[in-house]
């Protein structure tokens, strides 16, 4: 059997930055970041599934605050709202001893709920275009067929929305990606930390940050060809 | 009011860092947006080759880390070309890449690869056959460019260029995080120090949505120059 | 569409080479990491004050040059002096091997032992594998205290990098970390003397292995700049004859134990 540490040590050999060590922080940096982009995704995705409808009421009392929460979320930095949440959740008086402060003691908490909440904003709006561009002819045979407003949301709106969102929700996923990058600034080793962490250690800008980029780009192609795929399976009704 | 506790005018001059930053890098990102578009349409191979290469590696990567690699990177290979200089031909020169000509040109280089891609869009909507009339009235390919694909091209793109500028303002955040003064490292300096976040960092984020809808209104007017003669749609 | 590319090349040029000029030293432009008190800091009012920009002053003012001080966040500070930026680092930065494969070190202006910091309610009267297991430890990014407690504790206790002492501290004070190294007199400037909240030093000051903690602060420079390296060291010398040393020592470390 080939003898895959060997081969790995001979290549590391005489390389002075990428030692076993350092790739160690990267694979713990793709981990966290990971973690991070995943989850924040999937709570966002929660989340702006409801926002979204609420978002399209025709009630203003319901659609404004959705609104005013999306314009504030995606008309500032993300990196402003991550200190704002870092920093910000410690001057809550009290909260270091409530049952919250081990969760937001960590790093990883306050920068899962700035993002969550960040692409939870752009997520809502994609899917209100998506709601809104629902063909009118199909809400009418909904509405012969004698289906509550409910049952049309679950049946006819959601479903064909969700499909027109796709390729905007791609994109919304990459970018998220390349947002999470800025949870170095608040200590988080991810891939970007880990990157940094090796440039300050070994003055290399072009080994760390090149080697991180090639990981992301790597990432990113991924994200674009599985949502290449999936429309491909769930639009291919669409297609002549 | 707030009481910004002495840390008001860096604020305001952090501002004016913010802004310029952005218009600066405005600029070089619709200039390269251009240069792109155009090496996209060319008929030459290796033009259109390199410039699929710029957009696709640019988008590819998170911009903290380009602006890292170029901030930290560029620094040392500018560096490598003057001490070559040096110690070679005893020519001494500096080029001083400072933090703010970094942070232009960095996101001046990431935003030109997504107006790239709106500038094409936008090449191709407008209609042939004007450009052929234009042709045929025995202008020049310049003057072709200046009066009809220009003028007209403009209408396509001032959406995509808008929502572009949008994302760039707020990208700007990120030269804080390399070291250049913008407002959003005064706020964060000031939270660090006061131990008050919220007094810091609120009115930035308000300025940003100011900034931005000042902005809004701007595109509009001018989507509504460029529209004259479309019936205004 | 020609002159378009070329004017937008004669452009970029323009902006890339933002300044390209001859270097004399008339004027001298130090690299300097802010705030780091009481090295080096700003009062409120914005004005950059400390040891080693006092002691900065003084030498430059001895050398017949304008001295101008360039603020630079610690992680791009030697990059920074590689790009002429600026042509000297004077930034508490500790001589050890590792730079001097960089850049070039005057003579050692001070000697600053390292510690650990930590909440007077924690406990531990020393800092082991032991005691810190589990902990959350906290760093400056790229410091040699960050090289210390990476090669030496990474294994048992969670590691946080920050990019200034400024965060480490408000994270402190947050009890998002268990315990801090840094540079003795910023931890006591910055912790000791905090009256948010009772911190202690945790055991002994820390100035050995010599491979992590080095010889003292030196000015850096690049290594070409002998002749500039030369000049400040000739200044420093006659600074230290003098008393005006003990003087700026004194303004901001106090009478005790001068070293």
Redesign the interface.
Known sequence: MLDISTWFNDLLAGNTIFTADTLGYYWEGLVTTTQLVFLSLVAGLIIAVPLAIMRSSKHKWISLPIYFYTYVFRGTPLLIQLYIIYYGVVFIDGIQDTFLWPVLREAFYPALIAFTLNTAAYTTEIFRGAIKATAQGEIEAARAYGMSPRLMMRRIILPSAFRRALPAYGNEVIFMLHASAIASVVTLMDLTGAARFVYARYYAPFEAFLFVAAIYLCLTFAILFFFRYLEKKLLAHLNP | MIDL??YGP?LIEGAGVTIQLAVLSLI?AI??G??TA?AKMSRNWFLRRTATVYTT?I????????M??L???G??G??AI??ML?YNYDI??????????AG??TIGFIFGAYMGETFRGAFMAVDNGQIEAGKAYGMS??LV?RRIRFPQMMRHALPGLSNNW?VLL?????V????L?DM?RV???A???T????TF??P??VA??LI??VSEWIFARLQKRYDIGFGGQ | MKKLLTLSLLGLAVAAASSAQARDYDNVRIGVDVPYEPMEFRTAEGELTGFDIDLGNELCDRMGVTCEWVEQAWDGIIPGLMSRNYDAIMSSMTINEERRAQVLFSDPYITMPSAWFAASDLGISEATKETLEGMTIGVQRGTLQDNYVTDNFSDVAEISRYSTADDMVLDMAAERLDIVFLDFPIGQSTLLESDEAEYVVVGERISEPKEYFGDGFGIAFRQRDEALAEKFNEALAEVQEDGTYDEIYARYFGEEDAE
């Open positions: 506790q002495g860096r070089l200039i390269l251009l240069l155009t590696l988008r590819g990567v998170p911009d903290l880390v380009l890292m690699l901030f930290f990177g620094q040392i500018v560096n003057s001490d040096y001494d020169i500096y080029i001083n890449f400072n933090a703010f000509a232009v040109l390919s310049s460019f949008m707020k990208t700007t955040a990120l804080s995080v390399i070291g003064t959003v706020a964060a300096e939270s660090r120090a131990h008050e976040p919220f960092l609120i930035v984020a940003y949505l931005a809808s």
